[in-house]
């Protein structure tokens, strides 16, 4: 009785162990993927770094016409890139 009891608890020790060792691994690789993300460029995305400042600005970004203007902006590329995708679907059937 005594081996079988032993040999659960080091089974339960490995188990663990390899659970523990699965969390850290997982851990890294999340910094490493917000590390490797790409910033937005003002050449490549004005659009983009402008959203950047306002949420930078925080909620005075709300009394900012400029940020009001790319937010607006911001809405119209989102909902007409879906109305796109839609009207393709809607033609196909």
Known sequence: MGGTVLARLAAAA????????AIIELGRQGEEARASRPAASAASDPLGSELLRCQALGEAAVRDLACLDVWAENRRRFLSAGEATNSATAEDE
Request: glycine fraction near 0%.
């Open 14 to 21: 490995f188990l663990l162990l390899a659970i523990v060792v």
